[in-house]
């Protein structure tokens, strides 16, 4: 019987009750498939941070490096930490510490889930985003120039911004701020060669999103280094496409996209419209991977600190990234069993959360996926 020992940070707001519903589910695949889980749950979040004024302590990264995966909940609860500590403190902290490169996020609508897109049906949209996870404006190198530096500060920011103006009569509305995008081309290419090993494995289609035709440095590099990749890949159709373009497409045709390439930033735009197409953000899990190393498996919406106590909100999309988690360590039929227990719960349409028009609370919905998972035995 294999055995799993997978750190777990239930987090903040509706976090751990979410997380709950993901270990019932893996569990009971794990008494159908064999394997057993000794979870290692972490109190990191809000309350950890306001207790002991820290994020992450580098030694509880270096401990959960001997992980390969982690599965999360949410992190960020405004009410106790002021927004963007925990966010930039531990989530991602987390995807560049261990260097996850990829956000796996599918956009996929389920039977039985109604899509606010008009005419449009499951076999309609079934995509994956891939979403470079370390880059692009994340790398956090940015500044203010007036407010709070001295002079001898302003000069430096002035030379190294090229911005002419006399030190003496500066005041508060002179102030200007800048925050930069970077992109490496080794960055750019494993990101971009990932995405077309899942495009090859699937129907043969890889759309890359980007800016190119105003920040020409950054997606210009990102447009020579997908076009040079493509070479490897003869059999993958490609297409570049603009972001604001793709905002339409994924509205008017989500039909056409297969797998899609993107920028750090525009994938993160672009995967809660994602979300929203395939049900709403209570369906949607992502994956932050780094195929040799520690990854870490999420639900895509935030800790909703409002609904937390109230076993109310959907956790599918915890169970599903935990389906995203046990495929990822090598459990492809355990992890396959799971999206199917999804699925029938789904389209039987009788146990679901408010957000799909149900009652059930849930710990219901977690339940009956447990209970499926267990009643289709093997598949
Ligand atoms: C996401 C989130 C994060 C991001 C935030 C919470 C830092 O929006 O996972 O999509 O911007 O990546
Ligand atoms: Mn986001």
Redesign the pocket.
Known sequence: MSSYKIPVIPGDGIGPEVIAEGKKVIEAAGEVYGFDIDWWDLPLGADHYVKTGETVSEETLKELGHYRAIYLGSL?DEHKVKAGIL??GV??KMRFYFDQYINLRPVKLLEGVETPLKNKTAKDIDFYVVRENTEDFYAGIGGRCTKGLSKQQLKLKREMYSVKFDLDILTDSDEIAYQIGVASREGTRRIIDYAFVLAEKRNKHLSSVDKANVLTDIYGLWREVFTETAKNYPNVKTDFNFVDAVTMWFVKNPEFFDVIVSPNMFG?II?DLGAMIQGGLGLAP?GNINPEGTSMFEP?G?SAPKYKGLNKVNPIATVWAGSLMMEHLGEREAAHAILAAIEKNLAAGKVRTYDLGGTSKTSDVGTDIARIVKEQGRI
């Open positions: 960020g966010e930039k989530l991602l993160d995967t992502g895509m935030g």
